[in-house]
């Protein structure tokens, strides 16, 4: 069972920035696809972007160029640098953690088992 624990949420102005981190419990973490989604009010949950087993992002066009994915195997954390926030970005932020053959953004939330707790990032203008 992998726990994972997301920290670095907060209160922040358009055109300010983040780091999210989440920190895993799971030995063996290096081999799963590792995943940051956010849900906003009345909203279906998005995926953000993906980090491979090898370091490998892919991101959600909505954020391409402005967030940066990435994971420290070490230390069993994965981060997401957000710059250039806009209002829109405001939601809850969640890792999550899965064993998939593709770690691509067409595999959906529901293929991944292990999820944090969430984090708020709220974006005011």
């Known amino acids: 069972q992998v726990q994972l624990v997301e920290s670095g949420g907060g209160s922040v102005q358009a055109g300010g920035s983040l780091r999210l981190s989440c920190a895993a419990s799971?030995?063996?973490?290096?081999?799963?696809?590792l995943g940051w989604f956010r849900q906003g009010p009345g909203k279906e949950r998005e995926a953000v972007a993906y980090?491979?087993?090898?370091?490998?992002?892919v991101y959600a066009d909505s954020v391409k160029g402005r967030f940066t994915a990435s994971r420290d195997n070490a230390k069993n954390t994965l981060y997401l640098q957000m710059n250039s926030l806009k209002p829109e970005d405001s939601a809850t932020y969640y890792c999550?953690?899965?064993?998939?053959?593709?770690?691509?953004?067409?595999?959906?939330?529901?293929?991944?088992?292990?999820w944090g707790q969430g984090t708020q990032v709220t974006v005011t203008s």
């Open positions: 999550a953690a899965a064993r998939l053959n593709w770690c691509r953004l067409w595999v959906g939330p529901s293929s991944f088992p292990y």
């Open positions: 799971e030995y063996g973490y290096s081999r799963y696809c």
């Open positions: 980090v491979d087993s090898d370091g490998i992002a």
